[in-house]
């Protein structure tokens, strides 16, 4: 990483005439099985979404649909202005798809393939400089190795690498930190940031990680049974739920812990009654694990 | 726009031979079976084509220059579309503008050089080992249009059997039957030795008569007297070719088409998990 940590704050973004991302009422069905119920949701260029879920409740269906690998079965769905189904050659240089690789590309040296897929785009614009983009994912020492000789970890920088190649609009992101260590999860996580504010990439990711989704993304979806069950930033969920806060004290030697609704009088209480007895005081609000299992388990309960 | 498919697809072509003619095992590939082919023609030198005094090794090697154009061509391609598919190299084609039709072009130029690399092996140490060919500017002419011709009719092929076989593992299905057609296609022996059924059945398909177009263009042409009709029959070469030609050219864009709409990340994921519960680790 070229230069870490200096883009800790997001900018607001200004109001786009026309979102990245439109899904209005998409649905998929295979056989008699409704995987996707009526799907809703659009960004707005340069934000930062990230699609949650449990497994199963279609993110990967919805994704596909998305990049045009798929065909829907019902629904409206607008990508970049156009529908996905009937994008051009043109639409797709504005894409960047994040695949999870295997052992595809073998044989070829990684600074070989990435100049190889830049050379797609040049038609369209300026694709990445190539030992500009293999030191931004810190592939340097590695530039000059077969893809087959990486380690778990560098092949999915390369992975990244050849989904940005092409400085797309919109970046698609399907589980990206699967399998890093946390220092490589760090990087690309300042890499993520990077992009959406540097380049103003729209981005659209999937992950099981919740801290990843809190630090990312700028709004966090989350898909169960088909449909859109919230939607809304890491905070405006966690008020929406209204989850209990955790709060933590010691008085004569002795840890104590609370969980209450209503932090704020709860804390005024314990102060009016015991004063400069408190001490280490902590008062922890539901983190997005709370708030997405509580919304899990309010929809299992409606559903 | 279609600039780019070519351009991106030559590289690609050509970067990929670059890495086959420097991995050892690629290498092997290619040398192993001259090796073998070599010994077995220098073992036939001793004996003679029934009512000649021609040397067999020495029909056989430009039968066998044919034979493994339609063979390398339709295998290798058939080999590397399902392998290719199942590693996700496809999807990565998809997802890049022009990239599909780029690996398309960029695997036409893969196979053909492949292809020729092997007839080169072959036809260098052959000139030297075996006597009596005959070898003119014709010689070059008619190698050139039976190679070209043998390609554009057996990789489409290819091609479209590689579309429809999901798993690498199952192609035994099509080895086994190409080699039973290579051993009656009047490779190793004349045609005429065999039932005629047999010699119905092989007609039918490219390798003999790209056997018999190598046999024109090496061999003196008196030896046509050998041959089905004693003669090169070079319209009815042109006209079987052909007709392979135009069937694979027809049908490999539509299955080609078919197959890559319906990749996508989870069908690469479906097979890479069939694969390793197939494959521990």
């Known amino acids: 990483m070229t230069t870490f940590g200096q883009v800790a704050v997001r900018p607001p973004h200004p109001p786009a005439d026309r979102p990245a991302l439109e899904v209005r009422d998409l649905r998929m069905r295979y056989g008699s099985h409704d995987v996707l119920k009526g799907v809703s949701f659009s960004a707005a260029p340069g934000e930062v979404l990230a699609l949650l879920g449990p497994n199963g409740a279609g993110k990967t269906t919805t994704i596909e649909i998305l990049e045009g690998f798929r065909a829907r079965s019902a629904g409206e769905v607008d990508v970049l202005g156009t529908d996905p189904a009937s994008g051009d050659e043109a639409w797709r240089s504005r894409l960047g798809i994040v695949l999870q690789s295997w052992r595809d590309h073998r044989k070829w040296r990684v600074r070989e393939l990435l100049a190889h897929f ?92 919740l801290d990843e989704a809190e630090k990312l993304a700028d709004r966090i979806l989350v898909l169960a049974g088909g449909v859109i069950i919230a939607d809304g930033s890491a905070e405006a969920l966690s008020l929406r739920m209204s989850t209990t806060a955790e709060v ?56 | 726009m279609t600039t780019t498919a070519l351009r991106t697809g030559l590289q690609r072509g050509l ?111 052959g000139l030297f080992l075996f006597d009596g060919l005959e070898i003119d500017a014709m010689t070059w002419v008619t190698l050139v249009w039976v190679l070209v011709l043998g390609l554009v009719a057996t990789l489409p092929i290819g091609a479209v059997l590689g579309s429809l076989f999901e798993n690498p593992r199952t192609m035994g299905v099509i080895m086994l039957p190409m080699m039973g057609l290579v051993a009656t296609s009047g490779i190793f022996f004349p045609l005429s030795e065999l039932p005629s059924w047999m010699q119905g059945l092989a007609q039918v398909f ?32 042109l006209g079987v070719l052909g007709a392979w030609s135009i069937a694979g050219l027809v049908l490999a864009p539509v299955v080609l088409r078919r197959m890559a709409r319906r990749e996508s990340g989870s069908s690469v994921a479906a097979r890479r998990e069939k694969a390793l519960q197939r494959v521990p680790g």
């Open chain 1, 118 to 209: 830049g050379a797609h785009y040049t038609a369209y614009r300026q694709p990445w400089d190539v030992d500009e983009l293999i030191d931004t994912v810190g592939l340097t020492p590695h530039a000059h190795k077969r893809a087959g000789q990486l380690s778990g970890g560098q092949r999915r920088r390369l992975d990244v690498a050849i989904g940005i190649v092409g400085r797309p609009e919109l970046l698609f992101l399907d589980e990206p930190t699967a399998g890093f260590d946390p220092e490589a999860r760090r990087e690309f996580h300042d890499l993520v940031h990077r992009l959406a504010d540097e380049s103003d990439t729209t981005i659209l990711l999937t992950t099981h990680d």
């Open chain 1, 248 to 303: 933590r004290w010691t008085r004569d030697g002795q840890r104590y812990v609370h969980a209450t609704a209503a932090a704020t009088a709860f804390v005024r209480e314990l102060f009016a009654q015991y004063g400069d007895e408190i001490e280490d005081l902590e008062v922890r609000r539901a983190d997005l694990e709370d708030t997405y299992m509580a919304l899990l388990r309010t929809f299992e309960g409606s559903a």
């Open chain 2, 15 to 125: 970067i990929e031979l670059r890495q086959s003619f420097t991995t050892v095992q690629d290498l092997w590939g290619y040398l192993f079976p001259t090796v073998v082919f070599l010994v077995v023609m220098t073992l036939m030198k001793g004996s003679t084509i029934p009512g000649t005094t021609f040397s067999r090794g020495s029909m056989t090697l430009p039968s066998l220059i044919g034979a493994s154009i339609g063979f390398n061509a339709l295998t290798n391609t058939m080999q590397q579309l399902t392998l290719e598919r199942e590693d996700g190299t496809l999807l990565r084609a998809k997802a890049l503008p022009h990239g599909m039709t780029g690996y398309l072009i960029g695997k036409i130029t893969t196979i053909s050089g492949m292809t020729l690399a092997g007839i080169v092996l072959l036809i260098v140490p």
């Open chain 2, 206 to 237: 490219p390798l003999y008569w790209l056997g018999l177009g190598m046999r024109s263009a090496f061999l003196p042409d008196a030896l046509a007297a050998v041959e089905i009709g004693g003669s090169w029959r070079v319209w009815e070469t």
